[in-house]
């Protein structure tokens, strides 16, 4: 199984990014998906999901800038990142899970300078 992010970047406060997670290996369809960010320092934590059905889920300081898609005949997840602020900034983590299997990707970075 392989969860491939892109999509990081340098950004100006304000800003806008769209992260991208390919996924092989493994059938897409039914795993619920997320997006984790770790800021240095910090713990890693949940940005936004989607489940198999497609229902979404964001943390509080995110909601309103955020959203998370997922597109099941390409495989693929993504977050659009809009009003982007400093503190945004860390290591992005797709992430994905079912009854049975739990599988991270490596993160990409999104650094937003004030």
């Known amino acids: 199984v392989q969860l491939q992010a892109s999509g990081g970047g340098l950004v100006q406060d304000g800003g806008s990014l769209r992260l991208s997670c390919a996924a092989s290996g493994l059938v897409f369809r039914i795993y619920d998906m997320s997006w984790y960010r770790q800021a240095p320092g910090k713990q890693r934590e949940l940005v936004a999901g989607?489940?198999?059905?497609?229902?979404?889920n964001y943390a509080d300081s995110v909601k309103g800038r955020f959203t998370i898609s997922r597109d099941n005949a390409k495989n693929m997840v993504y977050l659009q990142m809009n009003t982007l602020k400093p503190e945004d900034t860390g290591s992005y983590y797709c992430?994905?899970?079912?009854?049975?299997?739990?599988?991270w990707g490596r993160g990409t970075l999104v650094t937003v300078s004030s």
């Open positions: 992430y994905a899970e079912d009854f049975r299997n739990r599988y």
């Open positions: 989607i489940t198999s059905r497609g229902i979404t």
